[in-house]
């Protein structure tokens, strides 16, 4: 066994079983590069564990101290003189550059956000693995004294109405694409509205409320392939785990557009089974198609047979 947090004693649900966190584990959308990590030990009620750092998800996006920007805990904040910033792959701020050069980047418990540190201030006090003979350094109660002199307070609240702007991996039909970024404005609400300043707390996951917000300026390697063609479905997910193989496999992308709308007119609102190709493990589904299922699609069906157009598709898998 691990020390991991994020290990579990059984696969029902309970408590982790270690003290150390290896990557950034809060949701497989989250990405494992941006911020500072510190961990709690929820045993002895004490801030203990890791101190650690990464470089961010979505960088190198020219920010605005005019512009509202999303914390970790959910909160719009405008910075003063923020130059440049990077962004969690759903939409929050994890560490920015000021016009002075100065790097300020987020810290973290497992689940709470505690906010937003001077870097030298940080290395300064050894307190970041970089500093310290590449050995992350144990949030004591000593070390968290250090902590505590570092922090970045230098940003205002906003009220609600105040558009909050974020970079983000794609969302379509609640699944990011991390092969395209998008920047997204929405209107803060009151659930955005820090109250006297108050940043820290608890990490929100999915915090841009996508179906309002207004999407523009997508870049990266999927977002020119027209993926807005496709309808809103289980053949995104299809088209997602065959893109990189297009070239392999000689694929035209628009007959491959063509048989993901098929299979999401197929089964939407339909209860449903593939059967062959070892398919039927998966038995009847209801309105939609699992993960898994798409995968050994692809595996057993798709690449071996060179199925990539509807026609084909329906020769090896006819439906009734």
Known sequence: STQNLMDYPSTGSG???????????????????GGWFVFEDEEEGAMQGKILTSTGALKGYLLDENTAYLTPS????????????????????????????????????????????????????????ESNDGISQTLTSEASLKLASCIFSGYNSIQAGIPITCYSYKNVIGQLIEQCACKYIFNATAIHVPQNKVIKGPIVDFP?????????????????????????????????????????????????????????????????????????????????????????????????????????????????
């Open 208 to 320: 841009i409320p996508y179906t309002s917000a207004v999407e523009s300026n997508c870049t990266g390697e999927i977002c020119p392939t027209g993926i807005e063609d496709l309808l809103p479905g289980v053949g995104v997910k299809l088209f997602i785990t065959l893109y990189d193989d297009i070239e392999n496999y000689s694929i035209n992308i628009n007959d491959l557009k063509e048989l993901c709308n098929y299979l999401t007119t197929l089964v939407k609102n339909k209860t449903f089974g593939f059967y062959g190709y070892g398919l039927e493990v998966y038995g009847v589904q209801k309105n939609g198609i699992s993960n898994d299922l798409v995968r050994d699609l692809v595996v057993k069906v798709l690449k071996p047979n060179n199925v990539f157009t509807l026609d084909k598709f329906k020769e090896i898998l006819p439906s009734p």
């Open 74 to 129: 959910n909160k719009g904040i405008l910075i003063p003189n923020i130059k440049s910033g990077a962004f969690s792959g759903d939409g929050q701020l994890l560490n920015f550059t000021l016009k002075n050069e100065k790097v300020i980047t987020a810290v973290y418990t497992s689940t709470h956000f505690l906010g937003y540190y001077y870097l030298n201030l940080l290395n300064d006090l050894k307190l970041t693995a």
């Open 15 to 33: 408590q982790a079983g270690g003290t150390e966190l290896w990557k950034y584990q809060w949701d497989f959308t989250h990405n494992p590069q």
